[in-house]
């Protein structure tokens, strides 16, 4: 318990330690285009695949589940669309993204510390914190969302390729399923989601990577806690807006 309450405190003080004044707005704005580029092209093209097959797998099995003569075969379409809002992509994918861009951002922290090149940045007077972690945090906070939102999309398109290649209906029964009884909040719900991943898949990994002593081995177990932590918080996180929102 302990533990986790240092653990805690010097996540805070990371956090408090970013927000300061820029030594060279230029510097700091190429870095956080870089982070953008690292993390969104990055992890593009899993994005693309987890979302694709999530939409056809998840119609063709709720499909097997529900086609009743008493089911109008529209709801399937409904189905897709709910859970792709609600919980498929903002949950599964920030869950992958966690293990994506999480360890990717603690590795190269936790290797910038054991070289020294943490300690050169503050001997010649820059916030490392600053510098190193609020462009990650920042351009998580831009990139994973614009990820969502392009999953979302995806992963409905999987559902209605699948749909309609199978057979299971026709393009205008799932179109008509896709607009029928839709609620916008739905969207908005899973925006947020995805805004409060992101800012725990990039804190956390950031501050395992950028708090790691020893060697090469630390940096592996750095990178394997970020990515533990930062799933079981999500679900959390996941639970709790659920409880208060919905």
Not at 113 to 126: F, K
Not at 133 to 146: G, S
Request: with cysteine.
């Amino acid at each position: 318990m302990i533990k986790l309450l240092e653990h805690f405190g010097n996540y805070l003080i990371m956090l408090k330690g970013m927000f300061s004044k820029p030594e060279n707005g230029r510097v700091y704005w190429k870095e956080f285009i870089h982070q953008c580029y690292e993390l969104g092209m990055g992890s593009l093209g899993i994005v693309v695949i987890i979302s694709l097959f999530l939409g056809a797998v998840t119609t063709i099995q709720t499909a097997y589940q529900l086609i009743s003569p008493l089911v109008q075969k529209y709801v399937i379409a409904q189905i897709i669309r709910d859970s792709s809002f609600l919980e498929l992509s903002p949950t599964v994918v920030c869950i992958v993204l966690a293990g994506v861009v999480g360890s990717k951002i603690a590795s190269e922290l936790g290797n910038m510390r054991v070289s020294e090149q943490i300690d050169a940045l503050e001997i010649m007077g820059i916030n490392s914190k600053t510098y190193l972690i609020l462009p990650k945090i920042v351009a998580a906070f831009v990139m994973i969302p614009c990820l969502i939102v392009l999953s979302m999309f995806l992963t409905v398109w999987g559902g209605y390729l699948a749909a309609t290649l199978s057979g299971v209906m026709s393009s205008q029964q799932f179109n008509q399923g896709l607009v029928k009884d839709f609620v916008s909040f739905n969207l908005i719900f899973g925006l947020i989601k995805s805004f409060t991943f992101a800012f725990i898949i990039s804190s956390i990994s950031a501050y395992f990577g950028y708090h790691v002593k020893g060697g090469a081995l630390e940096i592996g177990q750095a990178s394997t806690k970020s990515v533990v932590v930062s799933c079981i918080l999500i679900l959390f996180a996941d639970y709790g807006l659920a409880a208060l929102l919905l």
